[in-house]
C-alpha cells in the first residue's frame, strides 16, 4: 500500500507563508489536502487529478491556496499564502481509493490512505 508523509508544518504569523510537502511512495491518481481544527470536523482543503494536472478548491481556500504535485519525485505541495488565524489545523494528505474525481471529491471517507499530519499555527 502507498504510504505518505507530510512535511513543511510550522508557525507563522498571520499574512505569512507556508508551504506542505506529501510524499508519496508510489504513483497516486486523486491526492488531497484536508485539515481538521481542534473540536472540528476534517475538511478538504485541495485535491489534485494526476491524470489532467486538474486541481479543486474548497470555496475559502481558492486564491490563497496552491495545490501542485512533482510527479518525478512523487510529492503533493500545497502553498498556503495570506495565512489566517482560522487556517491554524492539523493537515493531511491523502490517497483517494479511486481514479475518479467525481468519486472522490472532498469525501474524506473516499480517501483510504492518509499521512500522519503536519501542524500549522498561525498567530494573529
Known amino acids: 500500500q502507498v504510504q505518505l508523509v507530510e512535511s513543511g508544518g510550522g508557525s507563522v504569523q498571520a499574512g505569512g507563508s507556508l508551504r506542505l510537502s506529501c510524499a508519496a511512495s508510489g504513483y497516486i491518481s486523486v491526492m488531497g489536502w484536508f485539515r481538521q481544527a481542534p473540536g472540528k470536523e476534517r475538511e478538504g482543503v485541495a485535491a489534485?487529478?494526476?491524470?489532467?494536472?486538474?486541481?479543486y478548491y474548497a470555496d475559502s481556500m481558492r486564491g490563497r491556496f496552491t495545490i501542485s504535485k512533482d510527479n518525478a519525485k512523487k510529492t503533493l505541495y500545497l502553498e498556503m499564502n495570506s495565512l489566517k488565524s482560522e487556517d491554524t489545523a492539523m493537515y493531511y494528505c491523502?490517497?483517494?481509493?479511486?481514479?475518479?474525481?467525481?468519486?472522490?471529491?472532498?469525501?474524506?471517507?473516499?480517501?483510504?490512505?492518509w499521512g500522519q499530519g503536519t501542524q500549522v499555527t498561525v498567530s494573529s
Open positions: 491523502a490517497a483517494c481509493a479511486r481514479d475518479s474525481w467525481y468519486f472522490c471529491g472532498f469525501n474524506q471517507y473516499a480517501y483510504n490512505v
Open positions: 489534485l487529478y494526476a491524470g489532467g494536472g486538474t486541481t
